[in-house]
């Protein structure tokens, strides 16, 4: 498959998970009615997680051992690697799922999954359905799922601990001056992170400013006008493949040499960062807020 194409698909199933963003509020955990689930009468001993993002999760809450299956991207921690493979987050097996004799099945909200979750409830298969797409829906993820796992107590330290954390970021940086940010999603044609996004909420956590005003679309396609105007100071690509990074820093460096007018440019403020941490809208999404924190007050 042709180089561009191959990193299309990539972007296109990031943006699955990245689009139908709707920001309100300023809370970092923002109620949401953002689970749909069946019940169960025992504590599931044989979990399936259908995305990475729940996989960490699950083992934050200390429910390793009851995983039985997980996402062929779930790759965090190490016995992630070591779990049974279901098919990728945005096309998951059914068929797989069902032989690992689930008790408990964890999907994410879009078509993909929720056409699988669909299949399994009519088979009588618990079910879980979690909406992940901004961070103020995170902590209710994590509760219900404590909540269906009889984990409550370890869900609500991670909370405490998530939120604690992403406070002291946003303390620390509150009264700094706020870099213009330019988060690119790709850049065969150039994607960026609009405002409402998940995105949009980490730059502004690390003390940024989105470069891109208000836009129709969640992460719109931008022109070399819009580059320009856009008064960047910072620019941060999402790498493809974190084993990546060093090579995909060059590639990006180069890609910006056609805009030396951009303050970004001029100052060599061009980073590739994680996309497990930044992308992932799990636990360690503090530690990608962090990370771009160090990036936009680097003296900070």
Known sequence: MHKG?????LVAAAIIVLAAVVLTGTHLWRPADNVARTES????????????????ILFELGLGERI??????????????EKKKIGAFFRPSTEAVIACSPDLVITLWFSEQRSVAESLKRLKYNVVTIELQYMGQLAP???????????????TELIERINTRLEQIRSKYASMPRPRVLWLIQDEPVRVAGRRT????????AGGQNAIGPTLMQYPQIGSEELLT???????????SKDQITKE?????????????????????????DPDTTLRLGPRIVDGVELIGTLLHPDG
């Open 5 to 9: 194409n191959i990193r299309n698909t």
């Open 41 to 56: 009468r025992t504590p599931p001993q044989r979990i399936v997680s259908l995305a990475p993002n729940i996989t960490e």
């Open 68 to 81: 039985v299956a997980v996402s062929n991207d779930s790759d965090w921690p190490e016995q992630a690697k």
């Open 141 to 155: 993820a994590i509760k219900e799922i404590g909540r269906c796992t009889e984990t409550e107590a370890a869900a």
């Open 198 to 205: 998940f995105i949009n909420e980490i730059i502004e956590l």
């Open 230 to 240: 856009s008064g960047a100071e910072v620019i941060i690509h999402s790498a493809m």
């Open 249 to 273: 820093q060059q590639a990006a460096e180069a890609f910006w040499t056609k805009y030396p007018l951009l303050a970004a440019v001029q100052q060599k403020r061009i980073y590739v960062v």
